[in-house]
């Protein structure tokens, strides 16, 4: 189990230490504190409850979450109080995982930003908007627990209607805590948070990271989904959180709105002076009247009518290619699907102005 965690994380960028035993992993967590921890339930040495409480004790902050094959009520329970951030029990699937620690990794930096904040790191503004999303963020993400234990069975039987009526909660929460998640990332972009950009970035790999992903998700099973690599950019100079953000937003946006039996097609290709990046779907395209505005904040348009969404994917996705010096450009019509080009300097060239729709 360590060492399938340890290969599903490192492949998304993060550093990993693993310990075989609660004392060993207690000494490690003392002398390097991680931001988040996996904890079995049982385990050599201490119980994971009590181990989960020593670590907490070293930093209230960091993120816990409690992973076992011995699920029940109780034990959920018991995390939760402990101060758990969430609850996984095996088996699991790699991109449940994956979710859950970007999603305890986003509330750390949360908590991370509103102590720098206090200390007064940062503008009153800044302080507010950090203070609100963790109050928002922290009794959404127990809701959802608790939402969760209930319906994987471990609090007992419950009726179908009420099952159908958990589930809606749960839909629901999940939106409020991706509505969050997008504000926060939209509020820091417009503020001009510096991008981490690293020289020799694989764009490839990176684009064929988030499309993996994304064909793991249950909705992508009933479509066809495929990669081109038209011709190979080469390294370029970004920042891979961000890009692989703005990659994500594009492809889920492309997955939700086309019908099963269609298609997602993801083209990469460069020139002399740009790496670009091009998302193809059978979707029903977009309006000209809509498309003046669908890079504005929360805006809506008719063909995302009863469909799940924030109406903050694409005004994240834009920002983030302008802070790279980059551009999104958009083909569409009516019942014809729609195409979003990203294109991205290559080395220290300046991107052309944006230009088209």
Known sequence: MRDACTQILQREGFEVATAADAHTGLKAAGAC????ILIDLRMPGMDGMAYLKAVKALDPDMVGIVITGYATLEAAVEAMKAGAYDFLPKP?????LRALVRRGLEHRRAALRVSGLLHGEARTADLYLAMLAHQFKAPLAALRQCVA???????????????GMIEIAAQRTDQMMRFVDDWLTLSRLEEGEELQKVPDLDLVALVRKALDRVKERPESQKLLIQCLVVEDPGPIEA?????????????????RYTQPGGSVAVEVGGTDREAWVRVRDTGPGISPDDLRRIF???????????????????????????AHRGRIEVQTALGQGSAFKVSLPRGGQRAPAKSGG
């Open 149 to 163: 234990v209930v319906l994987q069975g471990y609090a007992g039987d419950i009726s179908p209607r009420a099952r």
């Open 92 to 96: 699991f699937k790699p991109d449940e």
């Open 239 to 255: 920042d891979a959180g961000a890009l692989d953000e703005l990659f994500a937003n594009l492809l889920d946006n492309a997955v």
């Open 296 to 322: 504005e904040p929360f805006f809506r348009g008719k063909a995302q009518k009863g469909i799940p969404g924030t109406g903050l994917g694409l005004p994240i996705a834009k920002r983030i290619a302008e």
């Open 33 to 36: 504190p991680p931001d988040l």
